[in-house]
């Protein structure tokens, strides 16, 4: 079984003595000649941010650390604002805007030194310049002076929008900044139910300026990291996930919240377990649900394991916590690296290592919060679950 603590300690590999945290490879080993990436820090402070309220010793100084990258050292932008998306591309992307938020929201409630200051900034900048508010939603990305914000809109950065927002919304409780910040969750939730419903539990991932979905966006780049063609099965299940986080926030709740989180799960698991006649999810189905990425990623599979862990908790349903218990067990088998205790981060069908978009094991974000969620009540954020 995935051991925590071990986890742990192969993400503190990630370090970088300059500042900030690296890209893993598969050994453990800081991969040579990469820049250093905005989102990697972000997750790896949330992270250590996570094992500094579960009391994890030398957690507080890894997070420290992590705040300090993204508060004093190159990535952060002193002159225009903002933070580059790594140290060789100055775009100022919302997906890399909301795991900023996400870390000093997380710092903040571990009450790690700087990450109080941390959120306010990433707050303050992602009001003023991605939430959109006639929209509803954050707009993508801009060139480093904010001059320029490009046309294409995500629903991707937008989730992670959503999830940082009650991250933040929690480290802020009691303030006027708190409740406008779920209220926006709630709208961009809001937004993504109704393109979700409109085709029959089907979530579009790209849109235009107007907001009009573009669904045939990347058919010729399948396999993006980030903005992949299709129907991207992890992704709903996180939207499930977020709904029930955002529906633990408000003391009367609506009721679509619940019934449209089951919905979206369900669709998701039916449609993408062994949809190519294997073991385990594709990364992306056609509109036709169709593999179109078979490739086994391991996030997805932890977004689906966490997603069934809060609907269990939340409805006590046991055909939820059977299919949480049935999905890490294949997790367990198919997917655990007994050299490193990390997840391995892509597979082929068939179980071997797969390279088509991840290479290495970079990513500690996605497998800590699927282990932390499991017993736990479930709250607006995984570090107001654990505080």
């Known amino acids: 079984m995935t051991d925590l603590d071990r986890l742990l300690d192969f993400a503190e590999r990630s370090r970088l003595p300059e500042g900030g945290f690296g890209y893993l490879g598969d050994d453990g080993r800081l ?23 579960l009391g994890r010793p030398g957690a507080d100084d890894l997070t420290r650390h ?33 795991f900023a938020m996400l870390a000093g929201s997380t710092a903040a409630t571990a009450g790690v030194d700087g990450g109080a200051a941390l959120l306010d900034e990433a707050v303050a900048v992602w009001q003023a310049r991605f939430w959109d508010d006639d929209a509803g939603l954050a707009v993508e990305e801009w060139d480093r002076s904010w001059t320029t914000c ?24 009691g303030t006027e900044r708190s409740a406008r910040l779920r ?44 903005r992949p063609f299709g129907v991207t099965v992890g992704h709903q299940f996180e939207w499930a996930r977020l709904a029930l986080h955002l529906r633990a926030t408000a003391a009367d709740p609506p009721e679509w919240l619940l019934a449209d989180a089951i919905a979206l799960f369900d669709a998701a698991a039916a449609r993408g377990w062994a949809a190519d006649g294997h073991d385990g ?80 094991q970079p990513d500690a974000y996605h497998l800590v919060q699927m282990l932390l969620l499991y017993r736990r009540r479930v709250r607006g954020s995984v570090a107001a679950a654990l505080r």
């Not at 539990?201 to 990347?218: D, G, I, M, Q, V």
Request: with cysteine; hydrophobic share 40%; charged share 25%.
């Open 66 to 98: 992590g705040v300090l990258a993204l508060t004093e050292g190159p990535l952060r932008d002193a002159e225009h604002g903002g933070w580059r998306s790594s140290t060789d591309d100055d775009t100022k992307a919302a997906y890399v805007h909301a």
């Open 31 to 53: 991969l040579p000649g990469r820049p250093v990436e905005t989102w990697i820090v972000a997750r790896m402070t949330h992270v250590f941010g996570l094992a500094t309220l």
């Open 183 to 226: 209220t926006q969750a709630l709208r961009t939730t809001e937004r993504a139910y109704a393109w979700a419903r409109e085709r029959d539990w089907r979530l579009p991932e790209h849109f235009s300026a107007e907001w009009e979905p573009l669904t045939e966006y990347n058919r010729d780049r399948p396999a993006d990291p980030f």
């Open 281 to 360: 999810f594709p990364y992306t189905l056609d509109w036709e649900d169709r593999p179109v990425v078979p490739a086994r990623m391991h996030w997805v599979l932890c977004e689906a394991v966490a997603a069934a862990t809060v609907l269990a908790a939340v409805t006590g349903e046991q055909r939820f916590r059977d299919l949480a218990e049935r999905w890490r067990d294949h997790g367990e088998a198919a997917f655990l690296d007994p050299t490193t205790g990390n997840w391995r981060h892509e597979l082929t069908p068939t179980g071997d290592v797969g390279t088509g978009t991840w290479i290495g």
């Open 150 to 173: 490009a046309d294409y809109r995500g629903i991707n950065a937008n989730m992670h929008g959503v999830e940082a927002s009650l991250a933040a919304a929690d480290a802020l409780a």
